[in-house]
Nanobody
Framework: QVQLVESGGGLVQDGGSLRLSCAAS????????MGWFRQAPGKEREFVAA????????YHADSVKGRFTISRDKLKNTLYLQMNSLKPDDTAVYYC???????????????????WGQGTQVTVSA
């Protein structure tokens, strides 16, 4: 099993910044993809960003490209999401997720991921 624990959420003003962290523990995988998803009230969960754990290749959704950056610290087994220029539309519960194994392309659908954290709330006030 894998345990994922997110932290770093909170309340921030329009234009502000936050950094989310996701600490991973338990079973390890030689090949894995880790990602961030978010779910706003009344909306479906949507892909935000992902990273190949081994090689570090990243992919960001168009809605956050240029504002959010995903990264990881392999020694600390921790995933990060640096969020800058936050907007009220970014308000959501943010989840980290892990997909065991890699495919030819980075998976962007939530059903492709095997393990999930409990989520952390991000609220951006206007």
């Amino acid at each position: 099993q894998v345990q994922l624990v997110e932290s770093g959420g909170g309340l921030v003003q329009d234009g502000g910044s936050l950094r989310l962290s996701c600490a991973a523990s338990g079973r390890t995988f030689s090949r894995a993809v880790m990602g961030w998803f978010r779910q706003a009230p009344g909306k479906e969960r949507e892909f935000v960003a992902a990273i190949r754990w081994s090689g570090g290749t990243t992919y960001h959704a168009d809605s956050v490209k240029g504002r959010f950056t995903i990264s990881r610290d392999k020694l600390k087994n921790t995933l990060y999401l640096q969020m800058n220029s936050l907007k009220p539309d970014d308000t959501a519960v943010y989840y980290c997720a892990l997909r065991s194994g890699e495919g030819p392309t980075i998976a962007t659908t939530d059903r492709s991921y095997d393990f999930w954290g409990q989520g952390t709330q991000v609220t951006v006030s206007a």
